[in-house]
């Protein structure tokens, strides 16, 4: 089944119907766009469409005929997505197509997206990925061991208090779903990742794979931005000598916790916007 990403000028994007009212997804260009500058710096791309079991057609079939030079069309409506308007610069320059060469190391990204290459299955896991970040709109992941649960909850109920989305298992795993798939998905497409560190948690084979996950989308400076580790009562903090290197929360006592809640979300925003 073929993929297609659409990284598209906004202004460019018109909707349009099908037969008997249903959504057509065709994608028009003249690749000059691809080339164009925008003060004196490269244009910015952003994620339009998800287009699912798609095919190159003939301009003069699509639902653009005289405007675009190439157009493709998704054959998988159900499947296929126009995303609101989002910045997908970074999930770009990790595209590594069948060439196997990273987007970020070439001086022109327009001119690699010339040919329009084929995306490789990792491109389509980082882009459904972006994806899934985009429509579920996750700003922080929470990762913990169930022994850990109460404090979990008090965290995820005082950053929402705070306007910050977060999310864990219990709130997005489904009776039937691949659960492992599910938490990759939601711990490698967060903007600030929080692991509840305890004696518990560093027993956790599966805190421990979030961590992995989290660490490896932070380091290829994809949509994890920003890593947060929560010291617990219970102490642990030595037994995870991968996160050292970023500064940790000691979670609060009873008498000085708004102030330090306060805190801690003031410092999620911040990390995750100046990282951006």
Not at 140 to 149: A, G, P
Not at 178 to 186: G, N, S, T
């Amino acid at each position: 089944m073929k993929h297609a990403a659409a990284m598209v000028k906004w202004d460019v994007f018109r909707p349009s119907q099908g037969t008997g009212g249903a959504a057509v997804y065709d994608y028009g260009s003249n690749q000059k766009r691809l080339l164009q500058r925008k003060g004196g710096g490269p244009l910015r791309y952003h994620l339009a469409y998800k287009l699912v079991d798609c095919k190159q057609i003939k301009p003069e079939n699509s639902t653009f005929s005289g405007v675009w030079d190439y157009v493709v069309r998704a054959g998988d409506w159900a499947k296929s997505r126009h995303f609101r308007y989002n910045d997908a610069i970074d999930t770009l320059q990790l595209l590594e197509f069948t060439s196997g060469t990273p987007m970020r190391e070439n001086a022109n990204i327009g001119l690699r997206l010339l040919s329009i290459p084929e995306l490789s299955r990792d491109d389509i896991v980082r882009l459904e990925r972006l994806q899934h970040k985009i429509e579920n709109g996750r700003a922080v992941f929470i990762s913990y061991t169930r022994s850990d649960s109460k404090f979990a909850s008090v965290l995820e109920d005082q950053l929402s208090a705070r306007d910050i989305s977060s999310s864990r298992d219990v709130g997005f795993l489904h009776p039937g779903q691949d659960w492992k798939e599910a938490l990759q998905q939601e711990a490698m497409g967060c903007d600030c990742f929080v692991v509840l560190v305890s004696q518990k948690s560093a027993e956790s084979k599966w805190v421990k794979n979030e961590v992995r996950w989290a660490l490896a989308e932070y380091e290829a400076h994809g949509l994890v931005k920003a890593i947060v580790p929560v010291v617990l009562p219970s102490g642990g903090w030595e037994k995870f000598p991968e996160l050292q290197r970023f500064e940790r929360w000691q979670y609060p006592p009873d008498e000085a916790r708004k102030e330090s809640f306060d805190k801690l979300a003031n410092g999620i925003v911040s990390l995750s916007a100046s990282l951006k």
